[in-house]
């Protein structure tokens, strides 16, 4: 068996590999959080347009976060932890948010499309808790 150039540019391609899965899954949360939060300088996305974008971001953060959660990051150090628990406080306020006005402010979802973000947004605080423990765990032990 070699422990050649082989091996390490697999372990690059994995680590390339996991970053942009949880880049999108975190990204993907932002984007599901920011249309919860309520409307800035009274801009207001329209509901045809604002529903679209929070399934799927919703859906693609869901499940790009769930793969990333499962799969050990390949870097012995890495700052998604830190990422991670940014985004998460950034989905909890929204769903606190949401969760204290309801479907009255900002974009006008009705309360079935509110409980559906509701569930997704759970997922996404879990899959990036997940992330942050892992990464964390992955740091102090070094690989």
């Known amino acids: 068996m070699s422990s050649g150039p082989g091996r390490a540019s697999r372990a690059t ?8 899965v949880a880049g999108v899954g975190m990204t993907s949360a932002v984007v599901s959080a920011a249309v919860m939060y309520p409307p800035l300088r009274r801009i207001r996305l329209d509901p045809g347009l604002a529903l679209p974008i929070m399934v799927a971001a919703s859906v693609v953060a869901v499940l790009a976060l769930g793969v990333a959660a499962v ?3 390949a870097a012995p150090r890495t700052d998604a932890g830190i990422i991670a628990t940014i985004v998460a406080v950034a989905m909890v306020g929204a769903i606190g948010y949401r969760a204290v006005v309801g479907t ?3 974009t ?3 309360e079935a499309q509110l409980g559906l973000w509701f569930a997704l947004a759970v997922a996404q605080v879990v899959g990036l808790g997940i992330i942050a423990v892992r990464s964390r ?4 032990v070094g690989g």
């Open 13 to 20: 391609a994995g680590r390339r590999w996991w970053a942009w």
């Open 71 to 73: 799969v050990r990051p």
């Open 104 to 106: 009255s402010a900002g």
């Open 108 to 110: 006008s979802f009705s």
């Open 137 to 140: 765990r992955v740091h102090e």
